[in-house]
């Protein structure tokens, strides 16, 4: 079986080096999963302008939507991307694995986003009448829905490269789910 390498900086396009050097700079690290994307000339400015464009969706939001996505991927990277990003949103660690699990307990308006969105990602872009009812009863909008499709499409992209690709998750690694917090 082929291995799938991230390549280092040299071996990127003089655009995706000039990428990477801003990642480094904002970071401090480039992500794996970004040098991955820069294999291809267009595909790591492409994939930032998707994930950093304007949301309706606060950060915390987000976060929460990439945490419920990665899980129904089994995305290892982008699970252990977003535990760290979601504690820099201020989630604690058990209401991330709270999320991961497909609710939010601590928090009405979040629970009805991570039901929405659990819904959204395990039936391929549809959702139950009850989470989208829920969604807008909790006081999100139309536009908001559109924001969390958005995140999800994002969010799937990711994982599915890294659940082909498989290279090296360079954040703390997640914790395991158990079968209780599915």
């Not at 050097?21 to 294999?39: H, Q, S, T």
């Not at 660690?93 to 986003?113: H, M, N, P, T, Y």
């Amino acid at each position: 079986m082929e291995k799938f390498k991230v390549p280092s900086r040299a071996e990127v396009s003089e655009s995706n080096q000039g990428i990477f050097d801003n990642l480094e700079k904002g970071l401090g690290f480039v992500p794996n999963l970004y040098a991955y994307y820069a294999k291809n000339d267009t595909a790591l400015a492409d994939y930032l302008a998707l994930q950093n464009r304007k949301s309706t969706l606060k950060a915390k939001e987000r976060e929460a939507v990439n945490l419920v996505v990665s899980q129904i991927n089994d995305c290892r990277y982008c699970q252990s991307a977003h535990t760290v990003l979601g504690k820099m949103n201020g989630f604690t660690e058990d209401q991330v694995l709270e999320i991961r699990g497909g609710s939010a307990s601590f928090d009405d308006k979040l629970d009805a986003l991570v039901k929405f969105t659990h819904s959204v990602t395990t039936n391929r872009g549809s959702a139950t009448s009850e989470s989208k009812e829920a969604f807008f009863a909790a006081g999100y909008s139309e536009a908001n829905l559109i924001d969390v499709v958005i995140v999800v499409g994002d969010k799937t992209i990711s994982n599915y490269i890294h659940n082909i690709a498989g290279f090296e998750i360079d954040f703390p690694l997640a914790a395991e789910l158990v079968a209780e917090q599915v």
